[in-house]
């Protein structure tokens, strides 16, 4: 078995092991996944923001001039931009190592939903480090430009904080995160580092028993 060499945010020092013929982690693949999953939307989004921020102050004054401020915020239209350009990139790359046949357009939706499908035949490609570095990196930064404010997140401590759930019939080593977003329309999330298992509110109860019943058999 292989160690993954992406890196891992959460629990950094924890070496993940990878399944036989993977590059990286099954987390990896799973988050990999969901960033693919959420950049139609943020690629979407991010275009909004240009007019919500005409107000503001973040704006870049031509300088030299006593021009009124550009009505774009270069920040985003650079993020947006290379949103675009990263995930068309590493469909086509993917596409053509994978020689498939399958059509391929060139929009963000359509190179996302590609590599998506084909994301456990990406994750046994040398290259899965940098493609799961690079969209986690796009992703992350329009989420950073769409909502500014930090979200709160740390692990549950104690023997609690380990994962109820098994990975191929052995325990998962993982630990459980708790996700408390900034913006209040959004649910708190608790969330495995490994197996990327989320509990969303309606089954803390569910889990809380799992725990427990874990603490009685300890
Ligand atoms: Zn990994
Ligand atoms: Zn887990």
């Not at 890196?7 to 990878?18: A, I, L, M, Q």
């Not at 139609?40 to 923001?49: G, N, S, Y």
């Not at 019939?169 to 959004?186: H, M």
Request: include cysteine.
């Amino acid at each position: 078995m292989t160690t993954c060499t992406v890196e891992h945010y959460r629990d950094p020092d924890r070496p993940r092991g990878t399944a036989d013929g993977y590059v990286i982690c099954g987390g990896c693949t799973t988050g990999l996944q969901r960033d693919l999953a959420a950049l139609p939307k943020l690629h979407a989004d991010l275009v909004h923001l240009h007019g919500a921020r005409r107000t503001g102050g973040e704006q870049t004054k031509i300088s030299g001039s006593t021009a009124m401020p550009l009505p774009i915020a270069i920040d985003v239209a650079e993020a947006r931009t290379d949103l675009r350009t990263i995930t068309i990139a590493w469909a086509a790359h993917a596409h053509r190592a994978a020689s498939s046949t399958a059509p391929l357009s060139g929009t963000v939706p359509s190179a996302a939903r590609w590599l998506a499908v084909n994301a456990e035949w990406c994750a046994r490609q040398e290259w899965a480090p940098q493609l799961v570095a690079a969209i986690r990196q796009i992703r992350s930064r329009a989420v950073r430009l769409l909502d500014p404010r930090p979200c709160q997140q740390f692990a549950i401590p104690g023997a609690d904080g380990q994962c109820v759930r098994d990975n191929d019939a052995a325990p998962c080593p993982g630990r459980l995160w708790v996700t408390i977003p900034a913006n209040e329309e959004e649910s708190s999330t608790i969330e495995c580092d490994t197996c990327w298992h989320s509990y969303p509110p309606v089954s803390w109860l569910r889990l809380g028993k799992l725990v427990h019943a874990r603490r009685v058999a300890a």
